[in-house]
């Protein structure tokens, strides 16, 4: 009898110490540290998220023409990456492809053209392109490879100028300003060649692709050039144009983007980059007055 009470004795305790065991793991210092593991793992997500978001780059892909266009853009790129903007840079040699993939979506911006062209080509294509900041102006000048001066132009001469509406107007602006045509008004950036009302020594005028111009410079007796292109084929404004546009010029290169992103804080910040101090020095030291910067 005695020995099986000691069995149900032992049985008892063996199940009250299993008991016990099984509390425990249920306690609040067992279920605190079950919950401090898991707050330790969102913990470690958090500042994993975290450090992700501080070094993921928001991508933003710019047309450009090469000179200055994509050399200004190039000295901003480590300016907009401490920013959390990877910068990449696309050269185009021509004004259409960057305003047609920037609405087409494959650009998120451009840095090519003035206000006058944006506006010509919206209207033709029936775009809404905006202007979202000016960043520097480049005098629009006259060249020759055979004259030295713009007063030795021959009677009949030969002149090329850009064929897009808004260059052609300015090319034919500038002649009227230094008295060698003269146009039903001279304040029209869209004036054409039917628009001369005098032209004393009958020039020709030949309309091309503002690309070309520089490289046939050689078969005319004279072209207006645009700055981007002339720096282009090495020519120097200052010293080599003919007749140059003065600071004051209008045609204020900028910034283009569309409708739906032109708020956006990489685009605001990439703006932002080319219209500071460092770009303004970098701009005044590196085209010494071919490219003028025109923001405050």
């Given amino acids: 009898m005695k020995k099986a009470l000691w069995i149900l004795a032992a049985a008892l305790l063996l199940v009250i110490a299993g008991c016990a065991q099984s509390n425990s793991g249920n306690s609040p210092e067992g279920g605190s540290s079950n919950t401090g593991n898991s707050a330790s793992q969102n913990q470690d997500t958090e500042q994993n998220n975290e450090t992700n978001g501080q070094t993921e780059s928001v991508k933003v892909t710019v047309g450009a023409s090469e000179v200055p266009h994509s050399e200004i853009l190039n000295f901003v790129k480590p300016i907009l990456a401490e920013q959390g903007v990877e910068l990449e840079v696309v050269v185009f040699n021509d004004y259409v492809q960057p305003n047609v993939q920037l609405f087409e979506g494959g650009l998120d911006a451009n840095f090519f053209q003035h206000q006058p062209y944006l506006d010509e080509f919206n209207a033709e294509r029936n775009y809404d392109l905006v202007n979202v900041g000016g960043v520097h102006v480049e005098p629009f000048g006259v060249y020759s490879s055979k004259i030295e001066s713009i007063d030795a132009l021959p009677e009949g001469a030969k002149i090329a100028i850009p064929n897009d509406p808004s260059n052609r107007g300015r090319a034919l602006i500038l002649l009227a300003q230094n008295g060698l045509i003269t146009l039903a008004d001279d304040a029209n ?108």
């Fill in 189 to 296: 950036t869209s004036s054409s060649v039917a628009d001369i009302t005098e032209n004393p020594k009958g020039f020709e005028f030949v309309e091309l692709e503002a690309a070309m111009l520089p490289r046939v410079l050689d078969e005319f007796d004279a072209a207006a050039i645009n700055t981007n292109y002339a720096l282009q084929a090495d020519l120097n404004p200052l010293e080599d144009a003919l007749i140059i546009e003065g600071a004051e010029s209008p045609y204020v290169n900028i910034v283009t983007a569309r409708p739906d992103n032109q708020d956006s804080e990489a685009i605001q910040k990439l703006i932002a980059a080319l219209q500071s101090p460092e770009v303004e020095q970098f701009i005044n030291e590196t085209y010494n007055g071919a490219v003028v910067p025109a923001f405050q």
